[in-house]
Structure formats: C-alpha cells, structure tokens
C-alpha cells in the first residue's frame, strides 16, 4: 500500500473516531430508559442543559392585588449543540405548565434584578407530522390538576426541614447572586428522587 493510501486510511479512521462519541449521544439520547417502571426517550434523568434566550417581551396585567397574568414571547437557543440525529424533528411543540419562584429587586425607576427558580411539568407534545396533541383539552387539565396537587401537597407536608426566610425572600432578591437564595420549589414526591432507607434502598405554555 502507498504511503498516500496509507495517510486517506488513517484520515478517515481519525475522522471517524472523532464522530463517533457525537452519533453515540445522539444514539444514547433516542434510546429508550426507564424510570419507576416508565418507559421514556430523551435525556436521561438528571441531566441538564443550559438555554439562552433572545431580548423578548415580557407583559404583565394585574387581575387583583396579588394577582398578576404573564405572557412572554422570545426565541431560545442552545448554548452548546444537540447531539448529531439526536432530539424530536423540527415542528414540533411543548406544552409546559410552570410553577416557580420570581425573585426581583428595583434598581432605579426602570430595572430591576430578576431571578426565576422552580418547575416545569410537561403537559403534552404534538409531533411535527400531526395537528393532533398527544392529550386532549380535557386529559392535559387533568394532568396539570394532579401536578399542582402533589407540589400543594409537598407545601403541606414538606419531607426536609425548611428555614423560616419570612424576611430572608425580600432581602435575597437584593442583588444578582442573592436573588436565588429564596426557599427552593418543592419536587413533588412522584417526580422527586429515589431515596433509601436504612434498611435498604426504596424505589421510589410551549417550549
């Protein structure tokens, strides 16, 4: 064999190490997993990743003292890149009900600080391909009713000692860093971690 056969050989098989750990994830992220007896796709529990979002607006209408109604439109972005064939085709949408804490600090008469912490539950998905979500209108209230039971629940009965920040919410909110030092969203217990007892282990808005 050449020496110039011998360099396209080595070339290829370079390139082709180099891709592969980019077509495993994306292999590894389609595959199927399983949590407390559910089947699922996607990331695995417990991952994370990092959105950035565009200058949007965000638009708020008073419905009673403390009661306000949100809308906010932007596009978000990846900070990293999806995994090569990985993820859902292009065209298809979320529905996610969210329950959070906003932590804000006025700065002048314009800004203010802003720190949102909490959950988001999927409610459904519809697929590029179909008009049709995947719960009806009646089955997706059903779902966000049972969400909103378990984080009332955990509320109630929390299952970790909590500290009284009656006063440490507003003054947390004071700068940047501070601002998610508030009390954290309760987990509801169906979606929480498996924790293990001393006896052994337990098993336990669009995007």
């Known amino acids: 064999m050449s020496n110039q056969s011998k360099n396209g050989t080595a070339k290829r098989s370079s390139t ?57 439109d932007v596009t978000k972005r990846r900070a990293g890149r999806a995994p090569e064939g990985s993820g859902v085709p292009v065209g298809t949408d979320y529905h996610w009900y969210i329950v959070g804490h906003q932590y804000v600090c006025k700065l002048n008469a314009n800004d203010y600080t802003t720190s949102l912490t909490g959950l988001k539950f999927k ?55 501070g601002a998610t030092r508030g009390r954290k969203t309760p987990t509801p217990r169906s979606i929480r971690k498996p924790m293990r007892r001393r006896t052994g282990a337990r098993v336990s808005t669009r995007s």
């Open 123 to 177: 409610v459904a998905h519809k697929r590029a391909d179909t008009e049709a979500w995947s719960a009806t209108p009646v089955t997706q209230r059903k779902r966000m009713i049972k969400f909103l039971k378990e984080v009332i629940d955990e509320l109630e009965h929390p299952s970790t000692a909590e500290p009284d920040d009656s006063q440490g919410s507003a003054s947390s909110a004071k700068s940047p860093s």
């Open 16 to 72: 082709a190490r180099r891709a592969s750990p980019q077509r495993e994830s994306g292999v590894s992220y389609d595959a199927f997993k399983e949590y407390e007896g559910r089947r699922y796709t996607g990331m695995k529990i417990g991952r994370s990743h990092t959105w950035k979002y565009d200058p949007g607006n965000w638009k708020e209408t008073k419905i009673t003292p403390d009661l306000w109604q949100i809308r906010f």
